[in-house]
């Protein structure tokens, strides 16, 4: 049986009790949770974060049979301004040290770009981009160690972990268990190379599949020569593909749609549930 959630601001910012509510009522068991995107009255999260705020959300949203699969902490990792850098590498660490209390294991970002607002920047590919994403990565893993916890990097084509061979690289550089991957085909594709999507898949599989923590799920269309995202089921990526993968590689993964609301959140269920009974 495939285990569906969905990113919980999609729904909105609400407080929790309603937020599980709502996101419970498409059937969905799993969130991925952004507090200050998701949570009403919590609008900042540096310093705040604490064992019984942790507790009492998971509590509030396991009241509502949901789990916190993924806490999210977007954060630029390559970020120029090195104080700003240190202040974000600040407040993914706060979250690695709550996850457990949250009920959770893994804390995700992608991993951003050398132009402060994330803008792709024509240097995102380089080697010094990547060395300054590997020293802060390493640097979140040897945290996530101590609280047996762990790092989801997500790759995303205009970034600097941008392909899987880039992620496989950052995998084997740091060299721990505690970096995980939180995979969405989606974000590797662009208009350029979106035909390719298969092989993009398989590659995937094959590079990063043994440290695939969390899947992303949402697909896309191509309008005006570029990508644009949509709800998965409502798009041209190949599920037939994806899903024959998870099944066969890693059943009961969480897969968590992007991408969604309460009115689309039912339609991709329904889509990926009898897919998932057919491949």
Request: net charge neutral.
């Amino acid at each position: 049986m495939i285990n569906l959630g969905v990113r919980a601001h999609d729904f909105g910012k609400l407080p929790v009790d309603e937020l599980g509510r709502q996101i419970a009522a498409q059937g969905l068991s799993a969130v991925q949770l952004a507090p200050v995107k998701a949570l009403a009255g919590f609008d900042t999260d540096a310093g705040r974060l604490s064992p019984g705020f942790a507790r009492h959300v998971r509590e509030a949203l396991g009241r509502h049979g949901l789990q916190v699969a993924v806490l999210g902490c977007y954060i630029n990792l390559a970020d120029p301004n090195d104080t700003e850098r240190r202040f974000q590498l600040g407040r993914f660490k706060e979250y690695l040290r709550h996850a457990r209390e949250f009920g959770c294991s893994v804390v995700g970002t992608e991993t951003g770009s050398l132009n402060a607002d994330y803008s792709p920047h024509p240097e995102n590919q380089g080697e010094a981009a990547f060395q300054a994403v590997l020293a802060g990565v390493r640097e979140l893993v040897r945290e996530a160690e101590k609280f047996g916890v762990f790092v989801g990097i997500e790759a995303v084509e205009r970034y600097v972990i941008s392909t899987p061979r880039r992620l496989r690289r950052l995998l084997d550089e740091v060299d721990s268990q505690n970096l995980q991957v939180i995979f969405d085909p989606v974000n590797l594709l662009n208009a350029a190379n979106h035909r390719d999507q298969d092989a993009i898949i398989e590659e995937s599989f094959a590079l990063l599949g043994d440290r695939m923590a969390i899947l992303h799920a949402k697909d896309f269309v191509l309008r005006d020569g570029r990508l644009e995202s949509r709800p998965a089921g409502d798009g041209q990526l190949n599920y037939p593909l994806l899903l024959r993968h998870l099944k066969q590689r890693k059943p009961g993964i969480n897969v968590l749609l992007e991408d969604a609301t309460p009115a689309s959140a039912g339609p991709s269920c329904r889509f990926l549930r009898e897919l998932y009974a057919q491949v």
